[in-house]
């Protein structure tokens, strides 16, 4: 049998394998939703235009609105020779209403519909991870709160550098993902123009109201060239980058939990809820979670890397090629907000290890920049030169195996006479936080604040 939806000028049906290269309702199916949304503002516009008779709106109307009852009861049969969703919504209409059915494709076409129901969940989708990212940044500020004082190793190359606060690494993260919600608004706001009326790819001779169905939909306002309206797929583009972006900062927090983790750091403890054990080795506590958030970030990177590729070189207008947009997007953009539950479970559970964390931050001469500040504040001494005089006596300390705040005073001043016995304040690791109180240092005093600023912010209603 020949298509029936467009086999007009058929004399056979498709080959089997093209069938199954051409159908896209295995995973367009899930646009359902948003495809009998966009055919019932489309249809009544037609109707308030005078393009279509009121009976026949009112029966398409509700012949959508059963076609749809029927996808949520799960009734509805998805057949492969229908190709997509649109044709499959088509038929079952047809065979609900009857050949006026056929009067509901009057000046559009399936290039600007799936445009338009892409759109639709994209933005649903981008609204949702938005939400789900103001979550997580919810749970990394209460514990940035509860240990806005607990010390921790800061590190640069993966050595130990100065001492931070656990408060201050966990807003680290949430700033990143006040960036990501920014891409992710900053997409949904770019998107919001409806391709609904760009028809095949050159508009239509009906007089058709776009204005009407754009606002219907919920967006802006209509696309302004109808080529770009079917060809477009930046909306698309432009989330995957932005997943991109927010999978890669759960990826490096993920990393951090999986080192943190290790017997050898034993920074943090992850709850049972968030670790598996091992079938052979009863000891083990693995941070399966995390690891698979980092992983998942390799896919959603791939989707944006694909769909990338697919678009390079499609003339204008609409190629089935773009077909490809969907099993990407779909995957990576579940694949992210799965990543952010976990995440955020992961967080609300996470027990800092507070002694390891003091000892590891004392360690490694952490202090050694408080030592070269305080010999340029208290006596007057260049930065490179206090530098040099640091470097020194840490040079000695190291060679007895002990740490700076060891040292006796004549040793410090075999370096620098002019060290008094104040100098052994500055080498604590609780006075070297206190005293990074510059814009966005680690102080506690800090910390505090914008945890408390953060969390106030979040409570606020939603723009
Ligand atoms: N299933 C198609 C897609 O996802 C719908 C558009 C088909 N348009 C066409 N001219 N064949 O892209």
Redesign the pocket.
């Known amino acids: 049998m020949s298509n029936r939806m467009w086999g007009g000028r058929f004399a056979s049906g498709p080959a089997e394998i093209m069938e199954e290269i051409n159908a896209?309702i295995g995973f367009?199916k899930r646009l359902a939703p948003q495809d009998i949304r966009g055919s019932l503002a489309h249809v009544a516009m037609l109707g308030a235009q005078g393009i279509l008779p009121a009976d026949d709106v009112a029966a398409i109307q509700d012949g959508l609105k059963a076609v749809h009852s029927e996808i949520e009861a799960g009734t509805f049969v998805f057949r492969r020779e229908l190709?997509?969703?649109?044709m499959s919504v088509e038929s079952r209409l047809t065979e609900i209403v009857g050949p006026s059915a056929g009067r509901l494709h009057t000046a559009r076409?399936?290039?600007d519909?799936?445009a338009t129901d892409?759109k639709l969940w994209v933005r649903d989708t981008l609204d949702n991870l938005d939400a789900q990212a103001a979550g997580l940044q919810q749970a990394l500020a209460e514990k940035a709160l509860a240990h806005a004082g607990t010390v921790m190793p800061g590190f640069t190359h993966l050595q130990s550098a100065q001492p931070v606060t656990f408060g201050h690494h966990c807003l680290a993260y949430v700033e990143m993902l006040a960036r990501d919600r920014g891409r992710f608004r900053d997409a949904r706001a770019r998107l919001n123009e409806c391709p609904l009326g760009a028809a095949?790819l050159a508009g239509t001779s009906f007089p058709i109201d776009r204005h009407a169905t754009a606002a219907a939909l919920g967006f802006d306002r209509p696309t302004a060239n109808s080529l770009d309206s079917v060809a477009d797929r930046d909306f698309a583009l432009e989330s995957l980058s932005a997943a991109s972006i927010c999978a890669i900062h759960l990826s490096r927090f993920a990393e951090e939990l999986v080192v943190w983790t290790s017997a050898q750091f034993d920074f943090v403890r992850l709850s049972d809820g968030y670790t598996t054990g091992s079938s052979i080795m009863p000891q083990k506590r693995n941070p399966d979670a995390a690891e698979l958030v980092r992983a998942k970030s390799g896919r959603i990177v791939g989707a944006l890397m694909g769909l990338l590729t697919v678009m390079k070189g499609l003339p204008l207008a609409?190629s089935?090629d773009?077909?490809e947009?969907?099993e990407g997007t779909f995957d990576a953009l579940q694949a992210l907000s799965l990543c952010l539950a976990a995440m955020t479970g992961m967080v609300r559970d996470l027990e800092p290890n507070a002694g390891v964390l003091a000892r590891a931050a004392g360690s490694g001469y952490s202090t050694a920049t408080d030592l070269a500040d305080w010999l340029v504040r208290e006596l007057g001494l260049p930065f490179r030169q206090a530098h040099h005089v640091t470097g020194r006596l840490v040079g000695v300390a190291s060679g007895k195996g002990v740490g700076l705040e060891a040292l006796s005073l004549p040793e410090m001043q075999e370096a620098e006479p002019r060290i008094t016995q104040a100098v052994y304040a500055v080498l604590g690791v609780e006075n070297s936080v206190a005293s990074r109180v510059s814009f966005g240092g680690t102080a506690p005093a800090n910390v505090r604040a914008q945890a408390e600023g953060w969390l106030a912010r979040l409570a606020e209603p939603v723009a």
Request: proline share 0%; glycine share 0%.
């Open positions: 896209s367009d190709e997509d969703i649109h076409s399936r290039n519909q799936v892409m095949a609409y089935k773009m077909q947009d969907k």
